[in-house]
C-alpha cells in the first residue's frame, strides 16, 4: 500500500460520483485497491452537434442518469448503502451544473444513509488515480495532468499537499486537441481522433510552433498553436493526417521540454506521473516513458479508463481521505459549495488565462 507506513486495517468502501464534465459516473471502490463495480455514461452523442460540451445540456443529462446509474452500481456489486463507508463526490472544478447535480445527489445518499459525505476536487481525483492502479506508488511524485481544462505540473507530495509546478496561460492540452480535431473536420471528442489520423502522418511535414518551449517561464500555452494549425489548414496544402501529426509532435516537445525545466529547478522525483484524459494518448506517454528513462524515474502512467473523467478515481480519492484522517473523520459538512473553480494548490499564483475554462 504505497510506501507510507500505514498501520494494517479493515477495508473500507466507498461510494464515488462525478459529473463534472459530460461524463455521468459511479462506482464503489474499496480501500485495498479492489474496484467493485463502476458504470460511466458518456454524453458524446448529446453534445457532438454542437463541437463540444454544452453545460445546461450536460447538467440535464446527469440529472436525468445519475439516480437509475447508482441504482443500478449497487445492484451489480451486490451491496447497499447500509454496506458502505463514505460516499465521495466531485464537488469541483468543473461545470456548475452538472456538479451541483452529483455532489446534491451525494449529500442525500449521505444524510439518507447516515454515513460521512467526502467533497473531491476533480483534480485531486485525476492526481491520485495512477495509486490506484499502482500500489507501489508512493509520495512524492512528478505529476502532469492534462485533460481538457487543465495542463498542470504538480509536486504531488501527499494526500492533500499538491505544489502547482506549471499550468497552462491560455488553452488546455485536450482543449487543443479537441480544436485541431474541429478544424480538421473529425468531429467530438477530437483526442482520440486526432491521435488515430496522426499516425498515417508526417510529424515533420508542416512547419508548427512549440509555444514556450524553452522560455524561463515554467508555464505551457497552446492557443498559439491551435492558431498555426488553423492558419496550416487554411493554405490548403497539407494532408489532414500530416497536420494531426505535426501539431502531435510539436505539443508533446512543448510537454517534454516544461517537464525538463520543471525537473531542473526541482531536482528528480522517484516517479514521473501522466494522469487525465490526454495521458491516454499513446504518443505522449512514449515521449514521457523515455523522458523519465532519462532521468532514472520510474514512470506510471494509469490504464486507458482511468485516464479519462470516472467515478473510480473519484471513490478511490475518498478511499485516500478516510485512510489519511483517521477513524474520528466525520467527512465534509453538508451545506459545503459546489466549487466551478477549485485550485489544487491554493498558493499557486494566478496566472493570466489559466482555470478560466474549467
Ligand atoms: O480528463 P478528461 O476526461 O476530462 C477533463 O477533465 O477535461 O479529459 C478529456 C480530454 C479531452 O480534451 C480529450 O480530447 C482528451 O482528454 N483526450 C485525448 C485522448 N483521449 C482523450 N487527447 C489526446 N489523445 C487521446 N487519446
Ligand atoms: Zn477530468
Not at 463495480?37 to 453534445?47: F, K, L, P, R
Not at 467515478?311 to 451545506?335: H, K
Request: aromatic share 4%; hydrophobic share 45%.
Amino acid at each position: 500500500m504505497g510506501s507510507e507506513a500505514h498501520s494494517p486495517e479493515k477495508s473500507r468502501i466507498v461510494f464515488g460520483i462525478e459529473s463534472s464534465c459530460d461524463e455521468t459516473a459511479v462506482a464503489l471502490v474499496r480501500t485495498d485497491r479492489t474496484v467493485l463495480a463502476e458504470q460511466i455514461a458518456s454524453q458524446e452523442a448529446e453534445h457532438a452537434p454542437y463541437g463540444g460540451v454544452v453545460p445546461e445540456i450536460a447538467a440535464r443529462a446527469h440529472a436525468e442518469r445519475l439516480a437509475p446509474m447508482i441504482e443500478g452500481v449497487f445492484a451489480d456489486a451486490g451491496l447497499t448503502l447500509a454496506d458502505i463507508d463514505a460516499i465521495a463526490a466531485t464537488a469541483g472544478p468543473g461545470l456548475i451544473g452538472g456538479v451541483m447535480v452529483g455532489l446534491v445527489s451525494g449529500k442525500a445518499l449521505a444524510m439518507a444513509a447516515d454515513k460521512p459525505l467526502i467533497a473531491v476536487n476533480h483534480l485531486e481525483g485525476h492526481a491520485l488515480s495512477p495509486r490506484l492502479a499502482d500500489a507501489e506508488l508512493g509520495f512524492p511524485y512528478l505529476l502532469l495532468l492534462v485533460s481538457g481544462g487543465h495542463c498542470q505540473i504538480l509536486a504531488v507530495e501527499g494526500i492533500g499537499h499538491y505544489r502547482r509546478l506549471a499550468t497552462t496561460i491560455d488553452d488546455a492540452l485536450g482543449e487543443a486537441f479537441d480544436k485541431t480535431a474541429k478544424i480538421l473536420g473529425l468531429g467530438y471528442p477530437g483526442g482520440p481522433a486526432v491521435e488515430k489520423l496522426a499516425l498515417d502522418g508526417d510529424p515533420g511535414a508542416v512547419p508548427l510552433p512549440r509555444p514556450l518551449k524553452g522560455s524561463k517561464e515554467p508555464h505551457f500555452s497552446f492557443a498559439g498553436l491551435k492558431s498555426a494549425v488553423l492558419r496550416a489548414y487554411d493554405t490548403g496544402q497539407h494532408a489532414a493526417a500530416d497536420i494531426a501529426a505535426s501539431f502531435q509532435r510539436a505539443a508533446i516537445e512543448c510537454l517534454v521540454d516544461r517537464l525538463e525545466h520543471a525537473l531542473r529547478g526541482e531536482g528528480s522525483f522517484p516517479a514521473l506521473v501522466v494522469a487525465g484524459g490526454v495521458a491516454a494518448n499513446k504518443a505522449v506517454r512514449g515521449a514521457l516513458e523515455q523522458l523519465a528513462a532519462s532521468h532514472d524515474m520510474r514512470f506510471v502512467a494509469p490504464p486507458l479508463a482511468l485516464c479519462t473523467d470516472n467515478a473510480a478515481m473519484i471513490a478511490w480519492a475518498g478511499c485516500e481521505r478516510l485512510i489519511a484522517e483517521g477513524t474520528d473523520f466525520r467527512g465534509d459538512p453538508l451545506d459545503l459549495k459546489a466549487r466551478p473553480r477549485w485550485p489544487l494548490d491554493p498558493e499557486a499564483e494566478m496566472v493570466r488565462g489559466a482555470g478560466v475554462k474549467a
